[in-house]
């Protein structure tokens, strides 16, 4: 199978292109520079043929959000699937698969969503999810869509795990505010296993919830990390002071979605890692997931 990733440099990308090779798939992978102004028909000759399409290209979150930096998150995603959406329309024989990102911060940070619930999140992350999930949504009813909703990916080698870790090594490590917000997650091992279902389930299409299917709240989180570590946990931190240090984005800190896996579970989707404690047993185990994850999906 020809597979293109666009955002295959990345964190996932990497790990899904090692996935995907490991299946026998011809792996073509995409950079910022195939999306430039005046390329638009290198990219189309670069999908010919192509049997599927993986969309991880973004910006990272992790840098302050100011305003020029918030034009780059929104352009990385929402005109990077523009474009990639419009050369798989001009494909004389589309994909058959489109796999497209969008993330859990879809939706409200209180209560808890499957995939059809109609909501109207009023923050910035809620809005780049909208348009990223409609771009995705204008691709040609040929190629099947799928549009997984990303949690936090847990991982020894990319994501939020390692730094936040290392915090915790240190005794930084604490709850945020009340700890009662939620503090939603997926281990990369299953997520890989999600896009492996994806492939086999021809029947399965539209929005994909990929988040643990355990509630996990931010206080639990913390609890439960400075256990495995063996590290006192004695801090709470209060959230204005994240955000006089991390800005706009301490938003993703101090707030967190409970996203239901519902659609997954109902199609026959099961979870290795449905609680924290397990997923912190596995990840402080220290097993890189690039030399281990291969044998697990
Ligand atoms: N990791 C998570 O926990 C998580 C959770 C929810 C959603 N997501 C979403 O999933 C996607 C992949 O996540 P990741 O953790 O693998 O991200 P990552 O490690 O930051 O990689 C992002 C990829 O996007 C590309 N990129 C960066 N800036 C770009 C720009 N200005 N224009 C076009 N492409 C650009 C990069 O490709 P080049 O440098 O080769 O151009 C890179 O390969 C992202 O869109 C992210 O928002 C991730």
Redesign the pocket.
Known sequence: MKTII?????????HLCSMLKSIGDEII?????D?ITGKFDLLVHKLNGADRIFN??????NRRWTREYKK?IF???I??TAKLVAAINEQPTPPSLFVS?????YYPSDGAYIENAEVYTPTFLAYICRKWEKEAEQVTPQTRLVIT??????STD???FPPLASLFRYGLGGKIGSGKQAFPW?MLTDLLRIYRFIIEHTELKGVLNCSAPDITDNALWAKSLGQELRRPVLWTIPPYLLRAILGERSVLLTEGQHAIPYKLEKNGFTFEYTNICDALDRLCEKKSDITSHVLEY
Do not use: D, H, K, M
Not at 29 to 33: G, K, P, V, Y
Not at 149 to 154: D, K, Q, S, W
């Open positions: 666009a955002g295959a440099s990345g964190f996932i990308g990497q992978t995409l950079s910022r520079e999306f991880l290209a973004g910006a990272p979150l780059e352009n990385s995603r005109q990077t990102t969008s993330a859990i911060g909703r990303l949690a936090p990916v847990l990319g994501g939020i997926i």
